[in-house]
């Protein structure tokens, strides 16, 4: 097969305004890819009008999407405007997620319904629709945690509500896999961004930091350039999650 590239791809991501998905937003418009570029609420909104600005000033097509994905209704409707704008679908990443660092017998039941939601179901129907629209020869990738082969407490429902993607991710490379879609999850450690400082203390930056067999926690520099090689040359791997994160976790 020949040398797969981002030049003309549509490209959806969800989380695409900032942080991680904005970085790939970026990088992707460089390397020539279209993009539907999704964010959550009006608190990313300027977040993601600025990537929009720069994106569009590469010459790229690109359109923002605005949505609460908590309602699967709103997954689809991502799919079915992306189709309508750009005519197809070729990648589909979701970059959406969210940490809550609290003891299980503390934890709330809605906490544990609003982490399920966010990291689980919204996983799962994102993938679902992206079976239904992607293009034959699309690629799926999702952005998990490498706390999924640690060893530890106080993140129960971040790592566990987590796991099942790993689950999903398999049996969607399957049932997708004659369609030649590949499907794969990213684990990074913990990375540089507000995402994961609003939910430690200093000690426990400073032990983040020294865990990882290289040194200093996950960059979002790091991550980036694995995604674009799964959804490109790297397709070959699929059903797979592949653990980035310089020595924090391994199995």
């Known amino acids: 097969m020949a040398a797969q590239t981002l030049k003309d791809k549509v490209v959806l991501i969800t989380g695409g305004a900032k942080n991680l998905g904005g970085l790939i937003s970026r990088k992707f418009a460089e390397q020539g890819a279209k993009l539907a570029i999704h964010y959550n609420s009006e608190s990313s909104k300027a977040d993601a009008e600025k990537t929009l600005a720069e994106v569009k000033a590469l010459g790229i097509d690109a359109i923002l999407l605005q949505a609460d994905l908590s ?5 689809e ?14 990648i589909a990443i979701n970059t ?13 039941e809605a906490e544990f319904d609003s982490m399920s939601d966010i990291n689980s179901k919204i996983a799962y129907f994102f993938i679902q ?5 992607l293009n034959d020869g699309g690629k799926i ?9 640690a060893y530890t407490g106080l993140y129960s429902t971040y790592e566990g509500l987590k796991a099942p993607v790993e689950h999903y991710t398999r049996a969607a490379s399957k049932e ?3 369609r030649g879609i590949s499907v794969t999850a990213v684990a990074p450690g913990p990375m540089d961004t507000p995402f ?3 939910q430690e203390a200093p000690e426990a930056v400073a032990y983040h930091k020294s865990a990882s067999a290289l040194g200093g926690l996950t960059k979002i520099e790091d991550i980036e350039p694995l995604v674009r090689f799964l959804v490109t040359e790297g397709w070959w791997i699929t059903g797979q999650t592949i653990f980035a994160n310089g020595g924090y976790t391994t199995r």
């Not at 405007?81 to 070729?90: A, L, R, S, V």
Request: glycine share 12%.
């Open 129 to 133: 629709s992206a079976g239904r629209h």
């Open 176 to 178: 997708f896999g004659e």
């Open 96 to 108: 959406v997620g969210r940490v809550l660092k609290k003891p299980i017998v503390d934890t709330t």
């Open 141 to 149: 990738c999702t952005i998990v945690t490498s706390l999924l082969a």
């Open 196 to 198: 994961f400082y609003g």
């Open 71 to 75: 309602s699967i209704d709103r997954i």
């Open 77 to 90: 409707e991502l799919f079915v405007k992306t189709k309508q704008h750009f005519g197809g679908i070729d």
